[in-house]
């Protein structure tokens, strides 16, 4: 197996053209899957809250929560960098307690990294998590976490602010950005004038990398998923089948068979 992703590893696949291929994973069956598939990086995404929690939107999700979630896919994950999501209100309320819980993730969570939404309104924020030597991935464009305040999931074209918002993010220390929601010909002109990688989410194929969430290439979520989204595989109808086989075979008292008896 090659060398653990590092944030360095990360910045010479930019400079090298090398594209970085990113995903989500919320436990430590899928996350060793994620990671021995070659993954370069795993996110456990507040989406945990949507594709596992089975709520409508991020807001909701915890820091105890996220911690939760950190620690299992961290111990399943050899090879990709893992990085924790911080989630809404717990870095929006001022450095000293975006610090403490970022550091969570670090200290109880296992993970290498964080990341957090926002672009220049948050650069301070990521000056300090980073001034305490804690990588931060920043993620610009479609903000889930201010779902509210954009009128619904909507894809950002103010090219000049999306610009402005990736130097900013590249300047306070982030080691790398996301681009969630963003039209290709802009993500373009981003990748380009920044040094950093950006990692594209419904960006387009101009981006350093790309990150989709886990659930979504498994068909295993029954949400609207929006046009950038790729089924890889559809394991929802293929988990339906098998637990729909072993509800026959009991209740026609096919299972347990011989073999699986103790004598
Ligand atoms: O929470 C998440 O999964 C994310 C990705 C969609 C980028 O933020």
């Given amino acids: 197996m090659n060398s653990p992703v590092t944030v360095t590893k990360l910045q010479k696949m930019k400079t090298n053209g090398e594209k970085i291929v990113a995903l989500t994973a919320y436990d430590h069956p899928f996350a060793k899957l994620v990671d021995e598939a070659g993954v370069h990086m795993i996110l456990v995404g ?79 924020t990521i000056r300090a998590i980073t001034g305490a030597g804690i990588p931060v991935l920043a993620h610009i464009g479609l903000l889930p976490q201010s779902v509210h305040q954009m009128g619904g999931f909507k894809v950002q074209r103010d090219e000049e602010r999306l610009l402005a918002d990736a130097i900013e993010v590249e300047t306070a220390g982030a080691f790398a950005v996301i681009l969630e929601g963003i039209p290709d010909d802009i993500s373009k002109k981003v990748s380009e004038k920044i040094n950093i990688p950006t990692i594209g989410i419904g960006a387009g194929i101009n981006c350093d990398g790309q990150i989709l969430v886990l659930h979504d290439v498994l068909g295993l979520t029954d949400r609207h998923v929006p046009k950038f989204v790729k089924k890889y595989v559809d394991l929802g109808s293929a988990a339906k089948d ?22």
Avoid: C
């Fill in 242 to 263: 098998g637990i729909r086989k072993y509800v026959e075979e009991v209740q026609e008292s096919k299972f347990p068979a011989k073999e699986h008896f103790y004598g």
């Fill in 46 to 124: 507040d989406s945990v809250g949507m594709v596992v929690q089975g709520k409508s939107s991020t807001l909701p999700v915890t820091m105890d929560e996220m911690i939760y979630h950190t620690k299992m896919v961290s111990r399943a994950v050899n090879h990709a960098i893992v990085v924790g999501d911080m989630p809404f209100m717990s870095y929006q309320t001022g450095k000293s307690e975006a610090i403490t819980n970022a550091g969570r993730f670090i200290k109880e969570g296992d993970a290498a990294a964080i990341k957090l939404e926002g672009g220049a309104a948050v650069s301070e």
